[in-house]
């Protein structure tokens, strides 16, 4: 399975000794790529949490603490990339959470 890639902040210390978060270009994590949905296979909605139409996709869906995508199932809180769109699994719907793509976070 394809990996992308996202930038994440990363910790640098301040002068009482406390983490502190900064950005950085070599700090990054790996998401799994799952490519575009299929209409043919099993796929949780997919909504952004700011969408009006949200709270109506969260009443739709029974709250389960799995999402699937491409009828893969994915764990409650796991991240994942769709092509360029990053996408969190929040009991039975995909939420966005931005971008995958490195030159455009």
Same mark, same amino acid.
């Given at each position: 399975? /394809? @990996? %992308? ?6 910790? =640098? *210390?301040?002068?009482?000794?406390? +983490? ?24 949780? /909605? @997919? %909504? ?6 949200? =709270? *109506?996709?969260?009443?739709?869906? +029974? ?41 455009? +976070?």
């Amino acid at each position: 399975m /394809p @990996i %992308a890639m996202i930038q994440i902040g990363q910790f =640098d *210390v301040q002068n009482d000794h406390k +983490p502190k978060r900064t950005t950085s270009v070599t700090d990054s994590i790996h998401l799994p790529q799952v490519g575009s949905p299929d209409p043919e296979l099993n796929t949780s /909605p @997919i %909504a952004e949490e700011t969408d009006e139409e949200y =709270d *109506v996709v969260k009443q739709e869906v +029974p709250g389960e603490p799995i999402c699937y995508f491409n009828s893969q199932t994915f764990q409650d809180g796991q991240h994942v990339c769709s092509g360029h769109i990053h996408l969190r699994c929040n009991y039975g719907v995909w939420v966005t959470e931005g971008s995958c793509d490195p030159d455009n +976070p």
